[in-house]
């Protein structure tokens, strides 16, 4: 269970990472938010950009949450609210698959949804 919680927490990571990046102006913009998005030269408008900036806390705690149900840190006890909020975090990875396959962007269909569909795997492991 260690091992599936640290693969979900360092790709949660990893999305956080590209969400602030965006925040910062990354070009990336067709590339997310099912390639609807407003943009400038592919960085995002100041709305979406603040969308991704609300998306950055949600996802590093989403991946303590999954690292403390592993039993990888001590951050929050593994039962109680953790245990309801690992599943709450599948769920929500789940939703999050089914909306990067549906976009537009190839790129966030095959890369992101892998990315996605895998962290999901790994925190319904850790879920269990």
Not at 36 to 42: F, M, Q, S
Not at 91 to 113: D, F, H, Q
Request: avoid cysteine.
């Amino acid at each position: 269970m260690e091992a599936a919680g640290i693969l979900a927490a360092a790709l949660l990571s990893i999305v956080a990472a590209v969400q602030l990046a965006l925040v910062f102006g990354a070009p990336w913009g067709d590339h997310v938010y099912g390639g609807r998005a407003e943009t400038d030269n592919g960085r995002l408008s100041p709305r979406y950009r603040a969308m991704s900036a609300a998306a950055v806390p949600i996802l590093l705690l989403s991946a303590a949450i999954v690292l403390s149900r592993a039993g990888v840190v001590s951050w929050f006890e593994r039962d109680g609210w953790v245990a309801t909020a690992a599943w709450v975090v599948f769920g929500y990875l789940v939703l999050n698959t089914v909306a990067n396959l549906a976009s537009n962007s190839r790129i966030e269909r095959v890369g992101m949804g892998s990315l996605t569909v895998i962290a999901a795997i790994a925190t319904l492991l850790v879920a269990m």
